[in-house]
Nanobody
Framework: QVQLVESGGGLVQPGGSLRLSCAVS????????MAWSRQAPGKERELVAS???????NYAEFVKGRFTISRDNTKNTVYLQMNNLKPEDTAVYYC?????????WGQGTRVTVSS
């Protein structure tokens, strides 16, 4: 069974940093495009950043210059480095991606940016 498990969320002050990790486990024979999405309270889920297997990245405008997505294909892990966090970044962050022949989502990790 394929699983995506996020970690690294928590409470941080405005201007602070967090690094999220997404570990892929299970019977994996193909890890392709991966992404981080988020859902803030009362809002719809939105794409934050994506990365291809060859590490080509794409970012939402609201995180450009502050967040960095990366991946370690040897560890089947995807990361999201978040710097200069703002209160509006408060959300549940989800790892998602194309694995094997399907598309999968993790359970999410909560990020709260507050003083």
């Amino acid at each position: 069974q394929v699983q995506l498990v996020e970690s690294g969320g928590g409470l941080v002050q405005p201007g602070g940093s967090l690094r999220l990790s997404c570990a892929v486990s299970g019977f994996i024979y193909s890890v392709n495009d991966m992404a981080w999405s988020r859902q803030a309270p009362g809002k719809e889920r939105e794409l934050v950043a994506s990365i291809t297997r060859g590490s080509t990245t794409n970012y939402a405008e609201f995180v450009k210059g502050r967040f960095t997505i990366s991946r370690d294909n040897t560890k089947n892990t995807v990361y999201l480095q978040m710097n200069n966090l703002k209160p509006e970044d408060t959300a549940v962050y989800y790892c998602n991606g194309q694995l094997n022949s399907g598309y999968y989502w993790g359970q999410g990790t909560r990020v709260t940016v507050s003083s």
